[in-house]
């Protein structure tokens, strides 16, 4: 579901509300001691249920800069993916694998040179910023990220 309103003239606002599940009843680990972690090679982003909380806001600038600011928040539940402690094996207390997850992001961009067509080649010029807070049951997952880039591109 996804709200949109303009917040002035060159500004807009958008709320989102995402909900995943699992359709007959979707896991890969049905039985309690069906999941090996020495299988395992990735983060299964697909067996998961949950809600994920969403703003963003943009914003055009008169002087040519294009803001973006975000916030989310989102849980996950991973049926029959057991917590796990840093060690592979099944974490205090047998719970499955719940993560709650909370992000801010900023980025602003800006064309630098012409106008990215055919007859007038860019460069244009991004930079961004991201902050990600996974609280998990699980101890790999149980993290904090701090993500900064800049980019500089060129339109041909």
Do not use: C
Request: aromatic content about 8%; cysteine-free; charged content about 30%.
């Amino acid at each position: 579901l996804k709200v949109a309103q303009a917040a002035g003239p060159r500004a807009g606002l958008q709320l989102i509300y995402g909900r995943q599940d699992l359709l007959g009843e979707g896991t890969r680990y049905p039985l309690p001691g069906a999941y090996d972690p020495e299988m395992e090679l990735f983060d299964d982003e697909y067996s998961y249920s949950g809600d994920q909380v969403r703003a963003v806001l943009k914003r055009l600038d008169v002087a040519g800069l294009d803001l973006l600011a975000s916030a989310w928040r989102e849980q996950r539940r991973y049926d029959g993916r057991p917590a796990l402690a840093l060690d592979g094996q099944p974490a205090a207390g047998g719970n499955e694998r719940r993560d709650r997850r909370t992000g801010v992001s900023l980025r602003v961009d800006r064309e630098l040179a012409g106008q990215g067509t055919a007859a007038s080649p860019g460069v244009g010029l991004r930079l961004e910023a991201e902050w990600l807070d996974v609280d998990s049951t699980d101890a790999y997952y149980d993290a904090v990220a701090r993500l900064y880039s800049v980019t500089l591109r060129l339109h041909l």
